[in-house]
């Protein structure tokens, strides 16, 4: 209950309101058994299935519900949120964005069944109310009627779910004076700290002519019709408060809807006082909605949005509502095959490049198993949330980078091509980490490519994209990002949570006139390699989280070895030979991957510096020094995965040679013209 908590500090309990009752007993009932006999309803509950109402109205003549207010995205979210002990501020800004989501949600629903819900609305024995403050954890029921006055509470919200025995519920009813008159006095302190959502918020009047019919409401609703604010203007004061404990939402879509507008207001800041304070006052909200009114349009995107819907537990995928795949379809074998020779003969046509062709065929191998894969990537970062693993073992973003005219744009968009069909991309002047954020949601299993980013662009937005994605979804897009930025200026703790793929090798313009252009193999590409893939990836994921769970999260598949292993034989059966770049992969290759730039620096200083590298004497560490550049020191130290360095001091780096061996497979000194050198330099200092 937030007003029971309203006094508690982080380092002083408060004390508790306990009601000490007695079991007189217990039977079973369904919902309408619980309710009859009253014809007046007044409830407080934090989580609502609105539908219920229409169980409700029906059966109460006087029906008054009070409302929480709550700020959170997806239900799985709040696992990890209650998991992580994380906590989030509650203010004025939270308050109207989730008011004017809840009240268009509303509106909705009532418009459904408007000539049930209208009379009621405006004879007023239906009517609702908003908490302006921190959510309220009371499920609270006050009923009375012929058979006198009943509390119901306990665990169950104002929902079908609850009341028509869905889940678990613990239902407690009190039918005496004393209980009501003491819950009573609950929701009248709750009942004061709401406000009303008015009839003529919920209806709107018509004007045809000279009739004027009223009917429920269902355009957008003003910010300056949200309760939160009528209130203050009308002489509510209301004072911002601290944290609050994140809770369940109502509808993913609704609370979706609320987020998106609270990061609309972020760019608006609320004035304090000279005591810290913040105070909004009817002229503060006159100036916020200016303010806000102010802001530029939101650019509607022109084109219509794709979204492919997947579900591992059921094994289908609805592509724009209709179902496209089920992993019991049956998939031509010569369409598997034809599309198997056209990636394979396009991926191998790298080898012309000039630069490192080998290295950005091994690249661009590795991004196939990871994009193909990644749409199942949030179904097994729910399993390892839930289970302590690092969620990053299954990244959702990848990022290409490395040599301009080396093929990155192109690759990106025929491999997603060759996935549903469609291809979804943005140009980096669009990218902010809130459109992608939201598009990703939208396009659900649909990669989305971002091209070209730039690297103010790429410093700017990655690390808000990537560090604080905390989506717990089911299903959302995979992100892929190209550049031609070098990634080493990006931090670990992002490369760590992406794939990262150097494409080292280009093409001149001259060279390219020459060849076939892939943008016809972009045109001839199928889906029934990957829809392939897609039938025999269902039952291996589905295997991977009941892995997770049996163990509790002692095992952790590696979904990088499935996904290589499942392409591997599709190409191995429908080529005579395979192409030698056609391997197995895990998660260890590619976490080899992301420190592909500091090796070859490494080794570039070591084949023309050796001066400069020391050895310990059981040449257990190396010492990287960089002759008094503690600049330079500091870039290649950002480079150095978190594992392999052991610290720096001033212009020396010093590294773990084990580390390199074991994790990256990498050791820069066992090739012997190397230790030779080393040796050399190494034996002069004694």
Request: with cysteine; net charge neutral; hydrophobic share 40%.
């Amino acid at each position: 209950m937030s007003d029971l908590f309203s006094n508690i500090s982080s380092s002083h309990s408060g004390p508790l309101t306990v009601f000490q009752a007695q079991l007189k007993t217990y039977r079973q009932q369904n919902w309408s058994e619980v309710f009859k006999g009253y014809s007046a309803l007044r409830a407080i509950t934090f989580s609502s299935s609105l539908e219920f109402l229409l169980d409700l109205t029906e059966q109460f003549k006087d029906i008054e519900i009070v409302f929480g207010s709550e700020h959170i995205l997806t239900k799985t979210h709040i696992a990890l949120a209650q998991a992580s002990q994380l906590f989030e501020d509650y203010g004025f800004k939270d308050c109207l964005t989730d008011q004017k989501s809840l009240v268009e949600s509303l509106r909705q629903l009532l418009g459904l069944r408007s000539s049930l819900f209208l009379p009621r609305l405006q004879n007023g024995t239906l009517r609702f109310r908003l908490l302006t403050g921190r959510p309220s954890h009371e499920k609270l029921y006050l009923l009375s009627g012929s058979n006198g006055q009943r509390v119901i509470t306990g665990s169950a919200n104002l929902s079908i779910a609850a009341f028509h025995g869905h889940q678990h519920e613990v239902i407690i009813t009190f039918d005496d004076l004393a209980a009501w008159d003491a819950f009573d006095e609950y929701y009248q302190r709750d009942y004061k700290k709401s406000v009303a959502i008015e009839r003529d918020i919920l209806i709107s009047v018509s004007s045809d002519g000279k009739n004027k019919q009223p009917d429920i409401s269902t355009t957008s609703l003003p910010y300056e019709d949200v309760p939160i604010v009528r209130a203050i203007r009308a002489g509510l004061v209301h004072v911002e408060q601290g944290g609050m404990s994140i809770s369940e939402g109502i509808t993913i879509d609704t609370l979706r809807k609320a987020q998106r507008l609270r990061q609309e207001l972020e760019t608006i800041s609320l004035p304090m006082s000279r005591k810290g304070v913040t105070l909004v006052t009817p002229t503060i909200v006159s100036t916020f909605l200016q303010a806000r009114n102010n802001l530029p349009a939101v650019d509607s995107p022109k084109d219509e949005i794709p979204r492919a819907s997947l579900s591992v537990r059921t094994g289908e995928i609805f592509l724009n509502d209709q179902l496209w795949l089920s992993e019991k379809d049956t998939i031509s074998e010569h369409d598997v095959a034809r599309d198997v020779h056209l990636l394979v003969n396009y991926i191998s046509s790298f080898s012309a490049f000039y630069g490192n062709s080998q290295s950005a065929i091994a690249s661009y191998w590795a991004f196939l198993v990871w994009l193909y894969m990644a749409p199942f990537a949030p179904f097994l970062r729910q399993g390892a949330v839930s289970h302590h693993i690092d969620p990053w073992l299954y990244p959702p973003y990848a990022v290409l980078y490395g040599r301009s005219s080396g093929g990155k744009t192109l690759f990106t968009q025929i491999i997603a091509q060759s996935m549903f069909g469609v291809v979804k991309s943005i140009q980096s002047s669009m990218f902010t980490a809130q459109r992608v954020l939201g598009l990703r949601q939208q396009l659900g299993a649909i990669p989305l490519l971002i091209d070209d980013v730039t690297p103010d662009r790429m410093s700017k937005y990655v690390p808000d994209m990537v560090r604080t994605d905390r989506d717990m979804a089911e299903c959302y897009a995979p992100i892929v990002l190209t550049t031609n930025k070098d990634v080493t200026s990006i931090s670990a703790d992002l490369t760590k949570r992406m794939v990262t793929c150097h494409i080292d090798a280009s093409l001149p313009d001259s060279r390219a006139l020459q060849t076939e252009s892939p943008r016809r193999l972009q045109k001839e590409i199928g889906t029934a390699l990957y829809r392939r893939y897609l039938t025999l990836m269902f039952p291996r994921v589905r295997d991977m989280r009941i892995e997770m769970d049996q163990s509790d999260g002692k095992q952790i598949p590696d979904v990088f070895t499935v996904s290589s292993h499942l392409l591997l034989s599709l190409i191995e059966q429908h080529l005579p030979v395979k192409p030698d770049w056609v391997c197995p992969l895990s998660y260890r290759t590619y976490q080899a991957m992301r420190a592909v730039q500091f090796q070859r620096v490494l080794v570039e200083m070591i084949r023309s510096h050796p001066e400069n590298i020391a050895l310990s004497r059981d040449k257990r560490f190396m010492q990287v020094r960089f002759g008094g550049d503690i600049r330079q020191a500091m870039a290649f130290e950002k480079s150095v995965p978190e594992f392999v360095s052991k610290g720096r001091i001033a212009d020396t780096v010093k590294l773990d040679i084990q580390a390199m061996e074991n994790e990256l497979g990498f050791s820069p000194i066992h090739h012997s013209s190397l230790v030779e050198r080393l040796m050399k330099v190494w034996r002069k200092r004694k």
